[in-house]
């Protein structure tokens, strides 16, 4: 992309515009992606890209069809199958010997250029083991050395993501038309790059369950600022050296807006909303990325680039761990009310929380709302 530099690189994101294909028996209904109105809310052709882009992470998906040489959509029948999970810059696939990551930049505005595929080991299953055991006596090296895996979902995405090949890839969608007998609504979704080549996966949702605090959306957390007032480590002792900074640590999400000029829509690049972010400010650099609340209140959150000022040891030291922390990371987030109420009438009604971020790496972060 001849302008990435023209994007600020302030704490930005970007989230692939998103869609659902019909399900049929053999094939995909390709007519019906023209002003389809989806049953669903979250999948709503009015619904903003970067909500439906979060939507997808909610949902497990498996490869069902691929297209041809003709642009002809035929069922996929990969042994073994493939599977398919989104995070924010992060697609995985896995078809049960092998991962293949698939990162893409989220911090630009459409279209979403990709990164490099990378070959990745998985520990092998008692089911899969002797199907992976041939997969891996086959493994080869190609003249660089790259690792070359001859089975059939190995060869389309190495195929498809090679690395530094420049691809853009988008999702585009349509509506669900299939019922599984639990009466379990299906969704597809087709993985469209700019080399002609097609992927659509059929989706099914994660497993929901009933979670603590008071239920959160994505309004309600980019309608404040968030500031930290709690760190835990994972043996639960608190580090008191997030909260004892000279300005306090503030967290931010929003909502990301792109209006280029001519030379930039030649290049590809769309205006409009195009991604929902989060961003953490220690009082120099800022920390922050793409970010996508998931089933359950489960918070994904990848990277965006950001200035690297020398801010001195112990800002630097805070601002690198909140990095590490913070992006490319998985947490669960849970909302309730905090203590103190108003204590006159004179006072702004406005609720007060707190929100409690368990991340998976075992820290612990309490965050206060303050008004934007």
């Known amino acids: 992309m001849l302008n990435r530099l023209r994007a600020s690189?302030?704490?930005?994101?970007?989230?692939?515009?998103?869609?659902?294909?019909?399900?049929?028996?053999?094939?995909?209904?390709?007519?019906?992606?023209?002003?389809?109105v989806?049953?669903?809310?979250?999948?709503s052709a009015a619904t903003l890209k970067p909500r439906l882009f979060q939507n997808i992470t909610s949902y497990n998906w498996q490869l069902t069809h691929v297209s041809n040489d003709k642009d002809k959509l035929i069922r996929a029948n990969l042994q073994p199958p493939l599977t398919m999970d989104v995070r924010p810059d992060l697609l995985t696939f896995d078809d049960?010997?092998?991962?293949?990551?698939?990162?893409?930049?989220?911090?630009?505005?459409?279209?979403?250029?990709?990164?490099?595929?990378?070959?990745?080991?998985?520990?092998?299953?008692?089911?899969?083991?002797?199907?992976?055991?041939?997969?891996?006596?086959?493994?080869?090296?190609?003249?660089?050395?790259n690792k070359i895996i001859p089975s059939d979902?190995?060869?389309?995405?190495?195929?498809?993501?090679k690395p530094y090949a420049g691809t853009d890839f988008t999702f585009d969608p349509a509506r669900p038309q299939s019922v599984r007998a639990t009466k379990t609504v299906e969704k597809q979704l087709a993985l469209?790059?700019?080399?002609?080549?097609?992927?659509?996966?059929?989706?099914?949702?994660k497993p929901k369950h009933l979670g603590a605090g008071i239920p959160l959306t994505n309004e309600l957390l980019e309608s404040y600022r968030w500031q930290?007032?709690?760190?835990?480590?994972?043996?639960?002792?608190?580090?008191?050296?997030?909260?004892?900074?000279e300005k306090p640590i503030i967290l931010s999400y929003g909502l990301n807006n792109y209006s280029g000029d001519e030379s930039d829509k030649q290049n590809g690049f769309e205006s409009g909303i195009y991604g929902q972010s989060f961003g953490v400010s220690v009082g120099c650099n800022g920390v922050g990325g793409p970010y996508a609340l998931s089933v359950n209140q489960s918070l994904l959150t990848g990277s965006s680039p950001s200035t690297m000022m020398s801010c001195g040891d112990a800002l630097d030291d805070i601002e690198s761990r909140l990095r590490r922390m913070m992006t490319h990371s998985t947490s669960q987030l849970i909302l309730?009310?905090?203590?103190?109420a108003p204590t006159s009438a004179t006072e702004q009604s406005e609720p007060s929380y707190l929100?409690?971020?368990q991340l998976d790496s075992g820290e612990t972060l309490i965050w206060k709302n303050t008004s934007k």
Not at 15 to 28: K, M
Not at 38 to 43: R, S
Not at 194 to 204: H, N, R, Y
Request: aromatic share 10%.
């Open 336 to 340: 309730t009310h905090a203590d103190n």
């Open 192 to 205: 469209k790059t700019d080399k002609g080549k097609t992927l659509v996966f059929t989706g099914t949702p």
């Open 38 to 43: 989806i049953d669903n809310k979250n999948w």
């Open 96 to 145: 049960g010997c092998y991962r293949y990551l698939v990162s893409f930049d989220m911090w630009l505005p459409l279209p979403y250029p990709y990164t490099q595929a990378s070959i990745q080991d998985m520990a092998k299953s008692p089911v899969t083991a002797a199907d992976c055991t041939a997969i891996y006596q086959a493994t080869t090296q190609d003249w660089r050395g």
């Open 355 to 357: 929100l409690t971020q």
């Open 228 to 245: 930290l007032v709690q760190v835990t480590n994972k043996a639960g002792a608190v580090m008191s050296e997030f909260t004892q900074t």
């Open 153 to 161: 979902t190995a060869h389309l995405l190495n195929t498809i993501f």
């Open 9 to 36: 690189l302030v704490v930005i994101s970007t989230l692939l515009p998103i869609a659902l294909l019909g399900c049929q028996s053999n094939s995909v209904n390709n007519s019906a992606q023209t002003g389809t």
